[in-house]
């Protein structure tokens, strides 16, 4: 069994915890359809865990990531339509 020290290998980031937690709370999902809040809850996430990371690399890496599962997402719901 292998352990894993989460705090050494975790990303460096510019916020704390408690910050993250006020900026995920803070997203206003009322103007959003219930059936579409999970998916808007993980791209705010993806969002501003993009743009706290230190590491630019990982967090254009994280960007493209989640431009890419938003063009996915967007083509689904396209082909369902019809």
């Keep these: ?17 408690e910050e993250l937690g006020r900026a ?8 959003i359809p219930a059936h ?6 993980y791209d705010h996430f993806m969002s501003v865990m ?4 230190h590491n630019r690399q990982v967090a254009s890496e ?3 990531a ?3 599962h938003t063009t996915r997402r967007l083509s689904l719901l ?3 339509a019809h």
Excluded: C, H
Aim: aromatic content about 2%; proline content about 2%.
């Design 50 to 53: 993009a743009d706290s990371l």
């Design 24 to 31: 995920l709370a803070a997203q206003d999902l009322s103007t």
């Design 78 to 80: 396209a082909q369902s």
């Design 1 to 17: 069994m292998q352990i894993k020290n989460r705090e050494r290998d975790g990303l460096k980031s510019k916020i704390t915890p």
């Design 66 to 68: 989640r431009r890419l």
């Design 36 to 41: 579409k809040r999970a998916f808007a809850r």
């Design 62 to 64: 994280i960007k493209a």
